[in-house]
């Protein structure tokens, strides 16, 4: 079981937008920062976002991160086929005095 | 460019050991915590040890406590895990990563256990 909350899936439609949530703790996403990576198939995890709402450099502007409390969110808007991947949250946890991550959410798009 | 190359994985018995290494360019390796992650297959993302910028502070999931030595050599830019005593649900993809704010990750190296 992951410290970290996801849903296992979500799923839209080309150009809707859709948004996977992400639960902790206050020693987690409530002290600390929060990232998200995305994972497709074969591959190793792509840093999405970072500081909770910070993207890297070469990830479009359709992917946006949010954070509240001890919960986050990531939202892709105009989704397209190629996001169809598998989304993960991380976080430092004080008490591990590692990283945490949520279960992974793999989206469909229909 | 940040790279992370790992190697060292393989098939091992269970009972067995095995080292991975961890090349790191593209950065100052000894500025950055340095972590190890997991992936079973079909499975989600699982921290597994981390290693502070000097090496004078480690930790450990409880999974591979005392069976697992996390270490580095900024010398020679590289991280280290030592696997001692593994076990069949220690199969999965171990991926090198870089700590800080922007976190970087390597392409993985799969470690099988199995007889």
């Known amino acids: 079981q992951s410290v970290l909350t996801q849903p296992p899936s979500a799923s839209g439609t080309p150009g809707q937008r859709v948004t996977i949530s992400c639960s902790g703790s206050?020693?987690?996403?409530?002290?600390?920062?929060v990232n998200w990576y995305q994972q497709l198939p074969g591959t190793a995890p792509n840093l999405l976002i970072y500081?909770?709402?910070q993207r890297p450099s070469g990830v479009p502007d359709r992917f946006s991160g949010s954070k509240s409390g001890t919960s986050a969110s990531l939202a892709i808007s105009g989704l397209q086929s190629e996001d169809e991947a598998d989304y993960y949250c991380?976080?430092?946890?004080?008490?591990?005095?590692?990283?945490?991550f949520g279960g992974g959410t793999t989206l469909t798009v229909l | 460019e940040v790279q992370l190359v790992e190697s060292g994985g393989g098939l091992v018995q269970p009972g067995g050991s095995l080292r991975l290494s961890c090349a790191a360019s593209?950065?100052?390796?000894?500025?950055?915590?340095m972590h190890w992650v997991r992936q079973a297959p079909g499975k989600g993302l699982v921290w597994v040890s981390g290693?502070?910028?000097?090496?004078?502070?480690?930790s450990y999931a409880d999974s591979v406590k005392g069976r697992f030595t996390i270490s580095r050599d900024n010398a020679k830019n590289t991280l280290y895990l030592q696997m001692n005593s593994l076990r069949a649900d220690d199969t999965a993809v171990y991926y090198c990563?870089?700590?800080?704010?922007?976190?970087?990750w390597g392409q993985g190296t799969l470690v099988t256990v199995s007889s």
């Open positions: 500081s909770a709402d």
């Open positions: 991380a976080a430092w946890d004080d008490s591990l005095n590692g990283w945490v």
């Open positions: 990563a870089k700590g800080g704010i922007q976190p970087n």
């Open positions: 206050s020693s987690n996403i409530g002290s600390n920062t």
């Open positions: 290693i502070k910028n000097g090496g004078s502070r480690t």
């Open positions: 593209g950065f100052t390796f000894s500025s950055y915590w």
